[in-house]
T-cell receptor
Framework: GQNIDQPTEMTATEGAIVQINCTYQ??????LFWYQQHAGEAPTFLSYNVLDGLEEKGRFSSFLSRSKGYSYLLLKELQMKDSASYLC??????????FGTGTRLKVLA | IAGITQAPTSQILAAGRRMTLRCTQDMRHNAMYWYRQDLGLGLRLIHY???????GKGEVPDGYSVSRANTDDFPLTLASAVPSQTSVYFC???????????FGPGTRLTVL
């Protein structure tokens, strides 16, 4: 089968760095996406990786290792507004999107 | 319209009734999607469309149908609603299937 695993919940302190891991087992791979979703709102796009390595966008970075089926999202200089769920999603084939259940991040003052 | 909109915002529906969830985008995106989001299960793809006039089945298509008469609109119909279809429904769009998706605000549907 196809599945994506992420931790259910994480807690970190304002100003700190947090790494959210995602492991995947899929029949194909056309790219991995990270989305942020605040409670009661729609997911919004954060980052995309299709090749191995690190992609950096401001305070957010995402890493991919295709051989290990592994990705992480790194959030630096955490702010209270970063409290949200972070969704890992893989495009595993033609219009085959598999989403993880999400990691709920709580940022404490 | 700016981006992608959905209607209604929420709905309570009696089992057996027919319901259409509406989705409209103004970004001229070719691809559109319908997902349902349930606690502990994450987002699951119901149906998709890669261009006007073409639709396809996602992971959980049973009990749902879609149409894509033009680029902007992608309605989702529940022909005869059942309680297991209680969920939050998100519509999304993207330029192609390989690009990031833009999500609508969601429709919270309760089937009693």
């Amino acid at each position: 089968g196809q599945n994506i695993d992420q931790p259910t919940e994480m807690t970190a302190t304002e100003g700190a760095i947090v790494q959210i891991n995602c492991t995947y087992q899929t029949s194909g791979f056309n790219g991995l996406f990270w989305y942020q979703q605040h409670a009661g709102e729609a997911p919004t796009f954060l980052s995309y990786n299709v090749l191995d390595g690190l992609e950096e966008k401001g305070r957010f970075s995402s890493f991919l290792s295709r051989s290990k089926g592994y990705s992480y999202l790194l959030l630096k200089e955490l702010q209270m507004k970063d409290s949200a769920s972070y969704l890992c999603a893989v495009n595993s084939g033609t219009y085959k999107y598999i989403f993880g259940t999400g990691t709920r991040l709580k940022v404490l003052a | 319209i700016a981006g992608i909109t959905q209607a209604p915002t929420s709905q309570i529906l009696a089992a057996g009734r027919r319901m259409t969830l509406r989705c409209t985008q103004d970004m001229r995106h070719n691809a559109m999607y319908w997902y349902r989001q349930d606690l502990g299960l994450g987002l699951r793809l119901i149906h998709y469309s890669n261009t006007a006039g073409t639709t396809g089945k996602g992971e959980v298509p049973d009990g749902y149908s879609v149409s894509r008469a033009n680029t902007d609109d992608f309605p989702l119909t529940l022909a005869s609603a059942v309680p297991s279809q209680t969920s939050v429904y998100f519509c999304a769009s993207s330029t192609t299937e390989y690009n990031e998706q833009f999500f609508g605000p969601g429709t919270r549907l309760t089937v009693l």
